[in-house]
Structures are given as structure tokens and as C-alpha cells.
């Protein structure tokens, strides 16, 4: 059954209603065809007017003013008097009595019902615009459905009693199809879908018509869009355009691959040859601090002995001094043979006082001795093997592992080995290790230096 029709019936029609099972926009009409008489638009006071959910009966008049319209919003099912259409004290004036019919269309629009049209675009180019030389044939088949929502502002631009449903299908077809066919179009370009991926990418390019449909319909043709569907993308495959841009795409991603794969490559040895200078120059500094500390230990233990040996070199020449002090002739004579009792009375007094000073050399030196004989031995130096990108390296200190850990060159998960461990074993499962993984403490680093 058609989208519009009239209903003829004989009699008062003391019954207004809408019989049609799929229609968008139909009109009432109690006899004679349409503009043929203004019979058919004669509506007897008192007779019903019945309007199903989902329906909208138009009431459209003329007045003095112009034409006129009201609406009545289903479900609704009351007589035609004034107490239920106040409309009627302007179609009905009280000479008549109420008895004469007064003239008027009623059309009935169906706001629940969803037009679906169908569609399709026959094969045509589309472009890949890194290689325009290849037009690949695309064809597109889908379906638009839409109803009517803003039933007012429909009947403002259409006139009723002329209006067809196949010329309004027929418009928005044309509008849906031009749409369609440049979304796919530009769809490489404006959206970045290769033509490669149309097919894949079809529920994208359906919600990008969509979105440009429903402004469309609704300002060229107000009608709203409930959906829009492309069911299918169809790309001939067997054209010459299809397998010259498959080819060249293929070989530029070929390409692309091996030169970021070589880039990658250049990449990790640059970074695994700067690690390995880094660890090199962190384990040269760390050796040559240990040197430095083992040296300073070692200077710091035979201090004492040291100072010795140069207390007694100045000692000895004062000695060789004294010892010449005997033949110093007080006359002035000259160092001659005879015995000069002043300088041997000299020569005792210094040698006294030179004996008591070795003499107190001597006590402290046993003393720092017997100190160092009565104190406990030095603590023993722990130290570990670690593992490092798979390389054994070590031993180190927890002096030194803490610089390692700070920098990120061991963490819990490193592999280390000391003495009297019968496996290699986390650095985190060691106890006197886990420290040095423990976040700072709050308030234990300095603040930032004041701003000037």
C-alpha cells in the first residue's frame, strides 16, 4: 500500500481516523477526490476524531490571516466540539448553531514510522594521493532510514495535499548517494584510510557519512536521520590500478620496514657501546678510588714508623756534629791535637739531652706498638662478584656497590656472589644489601639552594 492515500466513505463520517498500516503522510477525506469539491474537506461538528500513538492529525485552515494549522498529539480519542477544540470557536461561529459543517484538511503524519531507501554508487576511482597515477575502482551499496520528529517545521515547508513520499525518497536518495561517493573519495586524503583499507576501515566511513547526513536531511529536507548504513565497499581487484598500487605499496613497505629495522639496529649498538664505556670508565673510577683508600690505610698504619726514621736521620747528624765538638780549640788555635776540655764539656751536655730524646722515641714507638698489638684486628671487608648484562665483574664493596645503585647499574633483581654463598642470589635477599635500595629518607638531602 502507498506512503499517501485518501479513505472514502459515505455517510455523516461521524468517525475521523487513520486505517493505514505503513504511510509517513496521508490525508482524510470523507468523499469525492481530492480538490475535486469541498466536500471532502466538510467536517461535521460533533463527529470523533480518534489519532493512535505515534500519530499527529494536522488540522489545516484558512482564515482571514492566511492558512492556518494545529496539531493533535496521539493517543487521542474525543468528539469534535469546542470544549475539546478551542480552535473551533474560529472555524465554527455561533449563526451556524453548530450544525453546518465547516471546512477544513485533516492529514494524519506518522511519527514513529522509519523510511528506509536504499542505495547504491556503480564502480568508480579512487585515489591514493601518494600515487595519483593508479585509479583503483570502488563501488559502494548501503541504506539510509529516517522519520519525521519535528513535525511542525515538516509541514511549514511541504504542502500536504500535494505532497509524494516517492519524490521525497527520490531527493534524499540523490543527496545520500552524492554524500557517499565523496566521503569514499576523499576518504585516503581528508581522512587517512588507505584505499588498500576501504573495506576494512567500513564502519568508520559509515559513521563519517552519517555525521554529515543528519544536518543535511534535517536543514534541505527536515527529516531526521536514524541511521546509515554501508554494507558493503566492493573494490575490483582484478584492475589494473589495484595491482599497480598494491605492488608499489608493498614495495614501500618493504622498504620502510628494513630501513627502520637497520635504524633500530644502529640504535641498539650505539646505546649497547655507550653502556659499555660507561660501565668501563665507572669501574676505573671505582678502581682507582679503591687504590687511593687502600694507600691512605696503608700510610695512615706506618705513620708512626715513618716519623721515626726521619727523627732519627736528624738525630744521627747531629751526632756526627757533637762528635767534632772535642776538637774545637777554645783559644783559637785551630782544630789541633791536644784535648780542648770545653767542647767535650759541651759535647756531654748534648749528648745527654740527644739520649733522652731518642730515649722518649724510642718509649712512644713501643707504646703505638703495643697499642696496636693490643687492639682488635680491623673489621673483615665484605665484598661481592655481580652480574652485569651477563658478564661477571668484581669483587666489589658495599662502598662501592652503593655508587652502583645509585646510578642504576645494580638493582634488587641483579645477580651477586660473596664468599660462602653456595649460589648466586638476588642483591634484594641480601640483608646487609637491601639498603641500598631503600628510598631516601625525607629531609636527608639538602633544599634547593636560596634564589638570589
Not at 509517513?24 to 481530492?34: N, T
Not at 656472589?417 to 638476588?426: E, I, L, N, T, V
Request: hydrophobic share 35%.
Amino acid at each position: 500500500m502507498g506512503f499517501f492515500s485518501s479513505k472514502k466513505e459515505g455517510g455523516l463520517m461521524d468517525v475521523i481516523r487513520c486505517d493505514e498500516q505503513e504511510y509517513l503522510v496521508w490525508k482524510w477525506r470523507p468523499s469525492g477526490e481530492a480538490n475535486s469539491t469541498k466536500k471532502e474537506n466538510s467536517i461535521r461538528y460533533g463527529s470523533s476524531l480518534r489519532v493512535k500513538s505515534g500519530e499527529v492529525a494536522v488540522f489545516v485552515y484558512s482564515q482571514p490571516g492566511g492558512e492556518m494549522q494545529d496539531f493533535i498529539v496521539g493517543p487521542h480519542d474525543k468528539k469534535i466540539e469546542s470544549a475539546n477544540f478551542p480552535v473551533l470557536t474560529q472555524l465554527v461561529g455561533l449563526a451556524w448553531g453548530g450544525n453546518t459543517p465547516f471546512q477544513a484538511e485533516i492529514y494524519f503524519i506518522n511519527i514513529s514510522n522509519v523510511i528506509q531507501i536504499r542505495f547504491g554508487l556503480p564502480y568508480f576511482d579512487v585515489y591514493d594521493p601518494r600515487f595519483l597515477d593508479f585509479g583503483v575502482p570502488v563501488a559502494v551499496r548501503g541504506t539510509i532510514t529516517f522519520n519525521i520528529e519535528d513535525y511542525e517545521e515538516f509541514v511549514k515547508h511541504y504542502r500536504l495535499i500535494n505532497f509524494e513520499i516517492e519524490d521525497l525518497k527520490s531527493k534524499i536518495k540523490d543527496a545520500v548517494v552524492k554524500r557517499v561517493k565523496g566521503v569514499v573519495a576523499n576518504a585516503p586524503s581528508d581522512y587517512q584510510i588507505p584505499v588498500l583499507q576501504l573495506e576494512r576501515r567500513i564502519m568508520d566511513i559509515s559513521d563519517i557519512v552519517k555525521s554529515y547526513l543528519v544536518t543535511e536531511l534535517k536543514n534541505n529536507f527536515y527529516v531526521n536521520v536514524r541511521g546509515c548504513d554501508i554494507s558493503t565497499i566492493e573494490i575490483d581487484k582484478e584492475s589494473e590500478g589495484w595491482l599497480e598500487l598494491r605492488k608499489v605499496t608493498a614495495e614501500q613497505q618493504t622498504k620502510t620496514i628494513d630501513a627502520q629495522t637497520e635504524i633500530n639496529i644502529q640504535n641498539l649498538a650505539e646505546t649497547s657501546r655507550i653502556n659499555a664505556e660507561n660501565m668501563a670508565e665507572t669501574l676505573r673510577i671505582q678502581r682507582e678510588e679503591s687504590q687511593r683508600s687502600q694507600r691512605l690505610q696503608t700510610e695512615s698504619n706506618f705513620i708512626g714508623a715513618h716519623a721515626l726514621d726521619q727523627q732519627t736521620s736528624v738525630l744521627k747528624a747531629a751526632a756526627e756534629n757533637l762528635g767534632s765538638m772535642g776538637n774545637i780549640d777554645i783559644n783559637g788555635g785551630g782544630q789541633g791535637g791536644g784535648l780542648n776540655p770545653a767542647g767535650m764539656m759541651t759535647g756531654m751536655m748534648l749528648g745527654g739531652a740527644m739520649g733522652q730524646q731518642m730515649s722518649g722515641m724510642m718509649n712512644n714507638m713501643g707504646q703505638q706498638m703495643q697499642q696496636s698489638f693490643n687492639a682488635p684486628p680491623p673489621m673483615p671487608t665484605v665484598m661481592y662478584h655481580v652480574s652485569l648484562n651477563g658478564v661477571q665483574s668484581g669483587p666489589f664493596t658495599i662502598q662501592q656497590m652503593q655508587q652502583m645503585a645509585q646510578v642504576g647499574q645494580i638493582t634488587k633483581q641483579t645477580y651477586v656472589w660473596k664468599q660462602g654463598m653456595s649460589a648466586w642470589d638476588f642483591a634484594g635477599n641480601q640483608p646487609e644489601l637491601v639498603v641500598l635500595f631503600a628510598p631516601p629518607v625525607p629531609g636527608s638531602e639538602p633544599p634547593p639552594l636560596p634564589q638570589k
